[in-house]
């Protein structure tokens, strides 16, 4: 069986491009799209901030004060306009020209004192549509203002600051979480390393799968392979194992490599988060993983090498693989829902289970009875599927289809 | 000495939609089964060559998946040295060295490692499996290439690391499925030569092919089958008596096609 084994993770290794897409691929590419992604996004609102904005303002001379802070900033350039307060058309029209970025109507009863005239509303024209800074910009400078005109207020009235607060905010409620924050970060992303990980090793151990089967058969190895006088369950038990290394080395490479990237592409505080998060984790959770990981892998390989098996070619092979990966999202997606838990039917579910005791894991939350059906009914599967990948061996109908 | 007796097999035909028009006209297709070998016997002694002939999808291929082990037959018996292989197919692949015409090679390995690679399956050591390599790289005029990866031969190449592959274990019958099928003049030379060798060993061959030549320049006995069924067997001589003179007519006459 090893003999089979380390011949096919000889000519593994001597391959390319399967190399190429199991450990380059992701040593490289994700961190180049995670980092792409976050550079741009960050250019992005970036630009939105410091973009120099075109406004016009109606009504400027009821609040003088306002127009002329707005004027005084930087980056926001006045342009004039005619139009009154009324021609709502005629300031749609100026914003969809892009004559300006936003409007800003004031109305005639604007009064800088609270006290006589009650609730001051302004009117801002934007489109609202596209990423855009406007609002935050110009809250900066009217909530100046605003404060200004309320302290000037509550002096007028001669009322302490004590009372202040409590005019502004009635009832406070002080909310105390007593989820730590391993249990708050990992109900945030505890459901999406499952999810990550079962994807990995799928597609990882895909490539090889196809390669030690339909390959085979297309390259017309196999049936010199069947007469040699190795007992067939050897022979399967051999590329079993290199199907699921495969796997579990492509998602390790992954996940290794996402974390390292993510440390070094985070800074400072992230980096204490991270490192403070993980060590939250015992290692016997993460032994826990592992473990639980194991009989996954051998249902995929399982699977696939049945599947590999049966396909006459190498394309046949991945027609079969394709619709694969979305029957192992379901469960993972499921295991995501919120108010589902690892309790009751849903331990018994395969993959699902895992995923879900993943979750907890990482929580920190486990009910670690659950791992007795978790170990039972993915340990059965995989069991009942690898025994049903040495019958698939033996059958004539499928080697030679 | 090799010894086959009414040896038969069917297959179940998954759709009898798919079946060819030539496969629905075969009188072999009863029901949900085609009987694809029938009744074959044929006897090779040592030292001899046996050509099988026969027109295509007469069963000479399943016929020889069987005498590999590759398949398994419903009935009938496989003899080697008096011994019935059939209920004992990993004796049969100890005895039995096979190649396919449409044999292939792992191409990310190298033909020493290709031919390592079945010499452990063997359970050879890996004294006996170095010295059988240069032993074989002598006959067949391997060592220039021997240490490269296999992806990059030709043709030629490709058989003669095959061959080596094919009889690495020191097999006590040697099988070949139309060896010169699709070979250029110098790749098909280097089989008949190696089969020439075999039979100055003393090793029986059985081959199948489709070139009456071959049958002459090798062929000790022949054996003719059609539609699974056995037609003809007899030593060359009776073979070329059927008919004046040309083998082709000789074919033909013992599968009724005169």
Redo the contacts between chains.
């Keep these: 069986m090893w003999?089979v084994f380390r011949?096919e993770i000889?000519?593994l290794l001597?391959?390319r491009k399967t190399l190429f897409f199991m450990i380059a691929l992701p040593l490289l590419l994700f961190p180049l799209i995670f980092g792409g992604v976050a550079y741009f996004s960050g250019k992005a609102i970036e630009k939105a901030q410091t973009k120099t904005l075109n406004y016009a303002i109606i009504g400027a001379e009821n609040a003088p004060i306002l127009s002329a802070k707005i004027a005084e900033v930087d980056d926001l350039s006045q342009v004039n306009t005619d139009l009154q307060s009324g021609n709502e058309t005629g300031i749609k029209a100026l914003i969809t020209s892009e004559t300006v970025d936003f409007v800003l109507v004031i109305p005639a009863t604007f009064s800088d004192d609270i006290l006589s005239v009650g609730q001051n509303t302004l009117t801002l024209y934007l489109n609202d549509a596209g990423l855009n800074m406007v609002q935050r910009r110009l809250n900066k400078i009217i909530d100046n203002i605003a404060e200004s005109n309320r302290d000037q207020a509550f002096i007028t009235l001669g009322i302490s600051e004590e009372i202040q607060k409590g005019l502004l905010e009635p009832i406070l409620v002080d909310k105390v979480s007593t989820a730590d924050k391993r249990e708050n970060i990992g109900e945030k992303i505890g459901g999406l390393i499952p999810y990550i990980i079962f994807i990995l090793c799928l597609q990882g151990a895909m490539l090889p799968a196809t390669d030690i089967g339909a390959g085979e058969k297309e390259?017309?190895?196999l049936?010199?392979?069947?007469?040699?006088?190795?007992?067939r369950n050897q022979l399967v038990m051999g590329k079993f194992f290199t199907i699921a290394f495969a796997g579990v080395t492509s998602a390790m490479v992954t996940v290794g490599s996402l974390f390292v990237w993510g440390v070094v592409l985070s800074q400072g505080m992230a980096i204490e988060l991270i490192t403070e998060f993980m060590g939250a984790i015992s290692a016997v959770d993460f032994l826990l993983m592992f473990a639980m990981l194991v009989p996954i892998v051998a249902i995929f390989a399982a699977v696939l090498l049945s599947m590999s098996i049966y396909a006459k070619s190498f394309k046949e092979a991945q027609g079969y693989m394709t619709p694969l990966v979305f029957i192992v999202i379901i469960p993972i997606i499921l295991a995501m829902l919120p108010g589902i838990k690892l309790e009751g039917i849903y331990a018994w579910v395969p993959l699902m289970n895992v995923a879900l005791a993943i979750k907890e894991l990482i929580k920190g939350t486990m009910d670690y009875m659950a791992l007795i059906p978790i170990f039972l009914s993915t340990t059965a599967i995989a069991g009942l599927l690898i025994a049903f990948c040495i019958y698939w061996f033996n059958r004539?109908?499928v080697?030679?289809r | 000495m090799i010894e086959i007796k009414q040896l038969a097999k069917r297959?179940?035909v998954?759709n009898p939609k798919k079946l060819s028009e030539q496969e629905k006209k075969d009188p072999r297709l009863k029901g949900r089964f085609f009987h694809s070998v029938q009744n074959v016997n044929f006897s090779c002694n040592t030292g001899q060559v046996l050509g099988l002939l026969g027109p295509n999808g007469a069963g000479k291929t399943t016929t020889l998946?069987m005498l590999?082990?590759?398949?398994?037959p419903d009935s009938g018996q496989i003899l080697i040295d008096g011994e019935d292989v059939v209920q004992n197919p990993?004796l049969a692949?100890?005895k039995?060295g096979?190649l396919?015409g449409?044999?292939?090679?792992?191409?990310?390995?190298s033909g020493r490692?290709n031919i390592e690679?079945?010499g452990?399956?063997?359970?050879m050591n890996a004294q006996a499996i170095n010295d059988k390599i240069e032993e074989l790289a002598q006959l067949l005029d391997l060592s220039t290439f021997l240490d490269r990866?296999s992806e990059n031969y030709s043709t030629g190449m490709k058989q003669k690391v095959s061959i080596a592959?094919?009889v690495v274990h020191s097999p006590k019958v040697v099988v070949l499925d139309e060896p010169t099928t699709g070979l250029d003049i110098m790749a098909t030379q280097t089989v008949i030569d190696f089969i020439q060798t075999l039979k100055v060993q003393q090793t029986p061959v059985i081959f199948s092919t489709h070139h009456l030549d071959e049958v002459k320049e090798l062929c000790d006995t022949v054996t003719v089958i059609d539609e699974g069924t056995t037609k003809f067997n007899g030593d060359l001589d009776s073979f070329s008596a059927l008919a004046d003179g040309s083998l082709h007519q000789s074919f033909l006459t013992t599968i009724g096609k005169v």
């Design positions: 003999l011949k000889k000519e001597r391959d390259r017309g190895t049936e010199t392979l069947l007469i040699s006088p190795i007992p004539e109908k080697l030679f | 297959f179940t998954e998946r590999s082990s590759a398949l398994k990993i692949r100890q039995i096979f396919s449409s044999t292939g090679l792992y191409g990310r390995l490692e690679y079945f452990k399956l063997h359970g990866r592959r094919a």
